[in-house]
């Protein structure tokens, strides 16, 4: 049987009449004045028997005026411990280095704060000292992050670096609650937490769903204690974010250069006037620059707009004579292999991963090319295209490398992308 401990600093829905709920915590109703207590969003919908429910929140379980939102209290502090169980040997560079100090001081003074840092700058590795500092003084951190393929491929990385346990937490995986000090998880996952953390890091701020979702903004600000502190991190400032900073209402810092002090792919474009795909086959253009590409012996990553796009694109690179035998895939949000498939091309098993924007950031490739079909299509704004750019060059070998931009129409999203890709590197 669960301890109550183990739901430290987290809340859950409960009936009224609920006999488990204990004195150690505290109950108050779910819905109050029409406001949902767990998202912040006005519960508007009606059940059959005329309770109001909150859908602002309904996906990760339903909330109702007939139910009570029960908080338990976060623990007051871990144990203290020598460097917070760092055990990674590696090294920052001077650029990461101040970045990494500006992070520990604001969190001395319990400021919120900014990192406005390029694609490939080692955010993680710079996240370590404060990691470090705040679990070595008692305090519980979460690191979040809006995407589940970005909690999967940090949760090795942290795993690695930190010799504690680190509760891992996503829709995809059933994990029981545990009070753990270390805490992954995605951003729908914080709904779940009630001031909990001394120290809330949120990792690409400016990614779907995070940004523009009222209701995770309101649950990032509930997990942080009132004593505690959050630090956003991104390569893509979303203007909210600027405008506090304006105000002076949050600190910021920033890094224009990648970790091992190279420049940031500057897109090439390839313009088109027929269609990319017809007739099951592809333009011819568009089919010479893919078997360049895997030619080179470079793992490509070939992004199209939509999901049902991907079958037709997988038979026509298939279908490609000068390409032969090539180990290719699809995938996309909803598939159920994401993860085995994008695990192979991490591996070098796949040769050619067709895909949507699920794979535009937060996660590392080595040597890996890049083609945007579509590059013009209003799914990319400037953000979506800076990040897909930044796949490439990330390692410190092989720092640059193909990102093309296919298209139709050049876009003001596509001019902005690059303008702000080369402002970056002009710094």
Known sequence: MKKLSDYAGRQWPADVLDNSIKGQVVAIPAIQDGICQRCGSRASEKLPSGQLYCRGCVGIGRLDAGQLLVRCPAQSGFPKSENGGLVWQGHLQPRQE??????????KERRDILVHAVTGAGKTEMIFPLLAAALAEGG?????TPRIDVVNELYPRLSAAFAVTIGKYHGREEKEAANEQLVLATTHQLLKFYQAFDLLIIDEVDSFPYAGSPQLHF?????????GCR?????????????EVKKGNLAIVRLNRRFHGGLLPVPRLDFYVRPFLRGGRLHPKLARQIVKAVKAGHPLLVFVPRIAEIPAYLAAVKAIKDLGPVRQAGVHAQDPDRLEKVEAFRKGKLDLL?????LERGVTFKHVWVIIIAADDAIYPPASLVQIAGRVGRDKDDQTGLVLFCYHKYTRAMREAIRQIKEMNGK
């Not at 519980?140 to 979040?144: P, Q, S, T």
């Not at 067709?354 to 699920?358: H, N």
């Open 98 to 107: 101040e970045v990494s100090k500006a992070l520990l001081a604001a969190y």
């Open 140 to 144: 519980r951190v979460c690191l979040a």
């Open 219 to 227: 649950a990032a600000k509930n997990a942080v204690k009132e004593t």
């Open 231 to 243: 630090v956003f991190l991104t390569a893509t400032p979303t203007s909210d974010l600027l405008a």
């Open 354 to 358: 067709l895909t949507t924007t699920i």
